[in-house]
Structure formats: structure tokens, C-alpha cells
């Protein structure tokens, strides 16, 4: 009875607290805010631009280092130039020391130096404890300015390179991948380029000096680092080892241009040996710097970046059950990057999931998104945003990846409030006005026995030369 009674006294208050707990009575959280920690921005006197935090929680020290280089600029008929300069720089040795060498200092100090090439910039990074500092940007210093390309390592790198060129039609999303590019900034534009086996037949010792004299240099090379060193000691070290690195007129010609528009169209490649077909559909999407860069970004989140969230994901996997896996966005670029969504269905479904992928786009553009959907992606950009900033390197890098691409200097600071301000009429306007799901290129690369006529019931199938580039033999059709 006593409980009884304790129960029935006790159920107002807990009525009264679930109430409160419901979520239509619970308060917005407050605004996000994030002050990103200041990081100095120092000229060199031998031209180099320094991203300096200091950060003594660890003793530890990492450097970044981004030279204004990349894959676009070597010679077509050397296509793998670039990424095999930066492979050998690292390991084909510096002035008085083999690459194996360097790489058994390294290990015993517990430092470690890396080099890679990209499409538009070379990056670099050296991380080690703060007492190996001074050898650690000695060693960086040599890495960049006096690589010795021994030949043995020249012929390994090219060697790994003709591996993954012999292997370059073993993954269907991979040949999608690449032929999908060639179909929207063109073949053998440089931004779609493919290395082959003849191309790297033609890369020789001297190519790989004559591409490192001509963009490495201190005048084309920004350097972030961050960690347990004070501005003093960094910049006297920097000056020992890259002081005397003299500055040199650049010979950085204009980035390739692309195609005013793209062919629609459907595409297709035949792979007798899966029963996936493996879909790529769009067409050209934005330049960097674009005006409705952050709606661009709220309204990725929502059309298909975002998994289960996401209209695409919504759709095609959790209401029709077409696939494990969709993507969709527009993409933004130095010179024009892509609308594309990307997926796989049974063979059978193919033609189910290309008009799946038209329907969700133009009902995605037929209404502004719900309020709490807004809500939801904006929250989200602004939470990954923060995320961006882990580590002081990080936080380094960032200033210096965003002056490097010619963001505005206080481009961080203004991020979350642009994100804020995107509403729902600028996600359907813009949906509106860059994405065209008429007017795109469809490329499918599938069973041809298994797809049946699909894609010729969608209209002229145009059939898509598969090349063994090791060889140059066209393998289909």
C-alpha cells in the first residue's frame, strides 16, 4: 500500500520532467563558436612564406610544406613524371647520403620525412621529437632542394608505377572512375590524364632533374609548422638550412583549361566478368571561389554526401534496396570540378537506379528542404568544420593550404556564419541552377549479357574503348 501511495505521489513530478524533457519544450543550444587559434604568417627574406604556432603540450614538432607543382604540368607524353620526381626525391638519396640511408636516420630518431605529388602542388611533411628538430629540417632542407635521383631508385619507383598501370582495369568503380573524368574534361586533357606504359618509357633521369630545377624553389613554397619550438629557434634554423636557397625566376605556365561543355549521353563499358554495373552520371560542376560555395556545401549534405541522411541514400538504398552505397555532389575546383553521382546495382536494377537518380534529383529541385532538414545539415557542416582544427599542425596547414589556393585571408573566420546564412530557398535555387539531370553524361560500366537492353530503352548507347595501358591494346570492344 505504502508503495502504491509513494507511486501515485511521485507520478506528477515524473510527468512534470518528461514534459520538460520533450523535445518540443526543450531550448536550441546556443549558436556554435569557434575562435580558431592564431597562427603567424612570416615572409622569409629568401621568399619562402612561413604558417608558424607554437605548442608545448608534447614535445614534438611537424612541418608542412606545399610547392607550386603537380601532375598538370608535366609533358603529355611523360605522363607520371611528376609523382615519380617526388617518389625519388625522397628515396633516391640526398647530397652525401643514399635513400636507405636517410631512411635508417629517420627510423632511429623516430622521425619521419614524406613527399607526395598531387595534381597542382607537391606536399611535404617532416615529424619529429623537438631535440631531432635541427637534423630533421636539415634532412627536409636536403629532401627538397638537392635530391640525388639515383637511377636504381628511378627504376624501382617506375617499375611500381607499371604495376598499378597493369592493374589500372582490375576494379570496375575504378575504370568508372577514371573513363568518367575523360568523359567530362576530355581524354588525354591534363586533368584526366592516364599514365601508360609507354609513357613511362619515355621518363629518363635528366626529366626528373629538369622537373625538380623547374618548380622547386624557395619563392614557390610555402612551410607550416607547429609545435614545441619557440618563433626564435624555428627561424634560425630555417634560415641555417634554407637561408641560402636562392629564389628563381618561375617558369609556372597557366593551368590547363577544360571543355566549355560536355557531351551528353548514355556510355557504356563491358566487363564480362561482373554481374554489378557500376554507374557514374553527371556533368561539370564549380570553379573554387564560387559565390554559392556554402549553399553548394549545406546542399551536398542533403542531396547525397551524407549517408542515411541524404536524399539519394534515402532512396536508393533504404527504400528501394538498389545498392549498399550512392554518393552525390557537386565538387569544387582550381578550374571547373564535377557534378557526378556515384553507385552500384545488380545488373538487373540498372535501369531502375538511373531513373531513381533523375526522380530524387528533380524532386530534390522542386521544393525547398524542410526547416529541421536545413537545421540538420547546416549543424553538421559547422560540427566537421571544427573538426578540421584537431592539431596545431592542422591548424597550420589550413592557413597555408588556403593562401596557397588564394582563399581570402579571413576565410576561416567568416566560415560558420556563411554556413549559417544558406536558407532553404538558396539549396533549391542552386539545385535549380547547377545541377542538370537532363543534360548529363551517364557512363555505366557492367555485364552487357546480364544488362540486356537497359540502356538502350534510355536511348543511343555510345560504347566506351577499354584500353590496357600497360600495352596500348584495346581490349573492348
Do not use: C
Given at each position: 500500500m505504502m508503495r502504491a501511495l509513494a507511486a501515485l505521489t511521485?507520478?506528477?513530478?515524473?510527468?512534470?520532467?518528461?514534459?520538460?524533457?520533450?523535445?518540443?519544450?526543450?531550448?536550441?543550444?546556443?549558436?556554435?563558436?569557434?575562435?580558431?587559434?592564431?597562427?603567424?604568417?612570416?615572409?622569409?627574406?629568401?621568399?619562402?612564406i612561413l604558417f608558424f604556432l607554437e605548442d608545448h603540450e608534447l614535445p614534438l614538432v611537424e612541418v608542412q610544406t606545399l610547392t607550386r607543382t603537380g601532375s598538370v604540368y608535366e609533358p603529355a607524353d611523360k605522363a607520371g613524371l611528376a609523382s615519380i620526381t617526388a617518389t625519388v626525391m625522397?628515396?633516391?638519396?640526398?647530397?652525401?647520403m643514399t635513400g636507405d640511408a636517410l631512411d635508417a636516420e629517420l627510423d632511429f630518431q623516430a622521425s619521419a620525412i614524406e613527399i607526395g605529388m598531387g595534381e597542382e602542388s607537391c606536399s611535404a611533411s617532416l615529424s619529429c621529437l623537438t631535440e631531432n628538430l635541427p637534423r630533421g629540417l636539415e634532412l627536409l632542407a636536403a629532401v627538397l632542394r638537392t635530391p640525388q635521383f639515383a637511377?636504381?631508385?628511378?627504376?624501382?619507383?617506375?617499375?611500381?608505377?607499371?604495376?598499378?598501370?597493369?592493374?589500372?582495369n582490375d576494379d570496375p568503380m575504378g575504370i568508372a572512375r577514371r573513363e568518367f573524368r575523360s568523359?567530362?574534361?576530355?581524354?588525354?586533357?591534363?586533368?584526366?590524364?592516364?599514365?601508360t606504359g609507354a609513357t613511362l618509357d619515355a621518363i629518363t633521369r635528366d626529366d626528373l632533374v629538369a622537373f625538380h630545377q623547374r618548380f622547386f624553389h624557395p619563392n614557390s613554397t610555402m612551410i607550416a609548422v607547429a609545435g614545441d619550438v619557440s618563433r626564435e629557434a624555428l627561424l634560425a634554423l630555417l634560415d641555417e638550412h634554407f637561408g641560402?636557397?636562392?629564389?628563381?625566376?618561375?617558369?609556372?605556365?597557366?593551368?590547363?583549361?577544360?571543355?566549355?561543355?560536355?557531351?551528353?549521353?548514355?556510355?557504356?563499358?563491358?566487363?564480362?566478368?561482373?554481374?554489378?554495373?557500376?554507374?557514374?552520371?553527371?556533368?561539370?560542376?564549380?570553379?573554387?571561389?564560387?559565390?554559392?560555395?556554402?549553399?553548394?556545401?549545406?546542399?551536398?549534405?542533403?542531396?547525397?554526401?551524407?549517408g542515411f541522411t541524404s536524399r539519394l541514400v534515402r532512396e536508393a538504398r533504404t527504400n528501394r534496396g538498389l545498392t549498399y552505397g550512392i554518393s552525390g555532389?557537386?565538387?569544387?575546383?582550381?578550374?571547373?570540378?564535377?557534378?557526378?553521382?556515384?553507385?552500384?546495382?545488380?545488373?538487373?536494377?540498372?535501369?531502375?537506379?538511373?531513373?531513381?537518380?533523375?526522380?530524387?534529383t528533380r524532386d530534390f529541385q522542386a521544393s525547398p528542404p524542410a526547416e529541421a532538414e536545413l537545421e540538420l545539415a547546416k549543424t553538421s557542416e559547422m560540427n566537421s568544420?571544427?573538426?578540421?582544427?584537431?592539431?596545431?599542425?592542422?591548424?597550420?596547414?589550413?592557413?597555408?593550404?588556403?593562401?596557397?589556393?588564394?582563399?581570402?585571408?579571413?576565410?576561416?573566420?567568416?566560415?560558420?556564419?556563411?554556413?549559417?546564412a544558406v536558407t532553404a530557398e538558396d539549396v533549391q535555387r542552386v539545385a535549380q541552377e547547377r545541377m542538370h539531370v537532363d543534360q548529363?553524361?551517364?557512363?555505366?560500366?557492367?555485364?552487357?549479357?546480364?544488362?540486356?537492353?537497359?540502356?538502350?530503352?534510355?536511348?543511343?548507347?555510345?560504347?566506351?574503348?577499354?584500353?590496357?595501358?600497360?600495352?596500348g591494346e584495346q581490349i573492348w570492344p
Open positions: 511521485l507520478m506528477p513530478a515524473l510527468a512534470a520532467a518528461q514534459a520538460e524533457l520533450d523535445p518540443a519544450n526543450l531550448s536550441p543550444p546556443p549558436p556554435l563558436e569557434f575562435d580558431i587559434p592564431a597562427v603567424e604568417r612570416i615572409e622569409l627574406p629568401n621568399g619562402m625522397r628515396t633516391g638519396g640526398i647530397e652525401g637511377q636504381e631508385k628511378i627504376d624501382l619507383a617506375i617499375n611500381a608505377e607499371r604495376e598499378s598501370v597493369r592493374r589500372a568523359l567530362i574534361y576530355g581524354r588525354g586533357n591534363p586533368w584526366a590524364r592516364v599514365t641560402d636557397w636562392p629564389q628563381a625566376e618561375l617558369d609556372i605556365p597557366p593551368l590547363p583549361e577544360v571543355p566549355d561543355s560536355i557531351t551528353p549521353g548514355i556510355f557504356f563499358i563491358h566487363r564480362p566478368d561482373v554481374n554489378q554495373s557500376n554507374v557514374r552520371l553527371g556533368h561539370f560542376g564549380v570553379s573554387r571561389h564560387d559565390p554559392d560555395e556554402y549553399v553548394i556545401r549545406v546542399m551536398n549534405f542533403l542531396y547525397g554526401s551524407s555532389q557537386i565538387t569544387e575546383h582550381t578550374v571547373r570540378g564535377l557534378y557526378v553521382v556515384a553507385t552500384f546495382t545488380k545488373s538487373e536494377t540498372t535501369r531502375e537506379m538511373i531513373d531513381v537518380i533523375r526522380q530524387v568544420f571544427v573538426f578540421r582544427f584537431e592539431t596545431p599542425i592542422s591548424i597550420a596547414s589550413q592557413r597555408m593550404n588556403y593562401e596557397y589556393h588564394g582563399y581570402p585571408a579571413d576565410y576561416l573566420e567568416t566560415y560558420l556564419d556563411n554556413i549559417r548529363t553524361a551517364i557512363l555505366v560500366v557492367g555485364n552487357a549479357d546480364e544488362i540486356g537492353d537497359q540502356l538502350t530503352q534510355l536511348g543511343e548507347v555510345t560504347e566506351v574503348p577499354l584500353v590496357d595501358f600497360a600495352t
